[in-house]
C-alpha cells in the first residue's frame, strides 16, 4: 500500500528569519501517521532544518543536485554534501530548472544516478507545456522524459523513486489539471513504469502531482486512485496553508 507523500517546494522564497518563523510554528503541529511529509528548501537553510526537524517526521529535502560527487564546478553542491547533514531528498529536474537553467532529459538522467549512488532518494519532475498538451503531445513528451530519465537506472533504485508529475502549464499560474486530467497521466506513468520495471515494482512507486495544488483542491486530487501525493509550491510557503493540505481528509 502506497504512503502519501505530500512534499513542499519553497523555491527561491523566504529569508532566514522568515525560515525559523515557519519551522517553529510547524513543529508545534501533529501530523497525520498516514501521510510522508518533506520540505525542499534552499541551500542556505538546509543544516537548520535538517536540525530543527530531527526528532519528527518531516524529512527536509534539497531543491536541485550536480551529478558529480566532487571537482571544480564553483557554486553546485553534490549529493555527499547533501547526505553529510542529514538530507534525505531532492528535486531532480523540476521544468523551472528546465526551462531557466537549461537541463536536458540528459542531465536529468545523471542526476538521478548521482542521487541514488550516493544515498538521496529523488522527487523526479516530470511534464508537458500549453503548447504540447494543446497539440495532444502530452503522453509522448512525459513517457519522453521518463524513457531518458531512467536510462540506465537499475529496478532496484527505481523501487525508491518518486515521480512528480506537474503540467508546467499549472505551475504557479492558479490554473491546474482536473483531477480526471491529473489521474489519466499518473495513470498512465505508471503503466509506462510497469513497462520498464515491471508491475510489482510499478506499484510501489509514488506518483504525486504538483502545479497549484492548494487547499481548495487538494482533497479532489489525492483521492484519485493514482496520485499518491503532491509536489505544493507556493501554498507550502505558509505553515497553516501547507499543513490544511497535509491533513486533507478533514477539509
Not at 77 to 97: D, N
Not at 99 to 122: H, M, R, W
Not at 178 to 190: G, L
Amino acid at each position: 500500500m502506497r504512503k502519501k507523500f505530500i512534499a513542499g517546494n519553497w523555491k527561491m522564497y523566504k529569508t532566514f528569519e522568515e525560515t525559523l518563523s515557519f519551522s517553529e510554528e510547524f513543529k508545534k503541529s501533529e501530523l497525520p501517521e498516514d501521510v510522508k511529509v518533506g520540505l525542499m528548501v534552499p541551500y542556505p537553510y538546509l543544516d537548520y532544518m535538517v536540525k530543527a526537524f530531527k526528532d519528527t517526521k518531516v524529512l527536509i529535502g534539497a531543491q536541485n543536485i550536480h551529478f558529480e560527487s566532487e571537482g571544480a564546478f564553483t557554486g553546485e553542491v553534490s549529493c555527499k554534501m547533501l547526505k553529510s547533514l542529514g538530507v534525505t531528498h531532492a528535486i531532480i529536474g523540476h521544468s523551472e530548472r528546465r526551462q531557466y537553467f537549461c537541463e536536458t532529459d540528459d542531465s536529468v538522467n545523471l542526476k538521478l544516478k548521482a542521487a541514488f549512488k550516493d544515498g538521496i532518494f529523488p522527487i523526479f519532475c516530470v511534464g508537458e507545456n500549453l503548447t504540447q498538451r494543446e497539440e495532444n503531445d502530452a503522453f509522448p513528451v512525459v513517457e519522453k522524459q521518463i524513457r531518458k530519465g531512467l536510462y540506465e537506472i537499475p529496478e532496484e533504485y527505481g523501487r525508491n523513486l518518486t515521480i512528480a508529475y506537474e503540467p508546467v502549464w499549472a505551475i504557479g499560474t492558479g490554473v491546474n489539471a482536473t483531477k480526471e486530467e491529473a489521474n489519466e497521466m499518473c495513470s498512465f506513468i505508471r503503466n509506462l513504469l510497469a513497462d520498464i520495471y515491471g508491475k510489482e515494482t510499478a506499484d510501489e512507486i509514488i506518483i504525486q502531482y504538483g502545479g497549484s495544488v492548494k487547499p481548495e483542491n487538494s482533497k479532489e486530487l489525492l483521492s484519485m486512485e493514482d496520485i499518491d501525493g503532491a509536489l505544493v509550491g507556493g501554498a507550502s510557503l505558509k505553515a497553516d496553508t501547507f499543513l490544511s493540505i497535509i491533513n486533507y481528509k478533514k477539509l
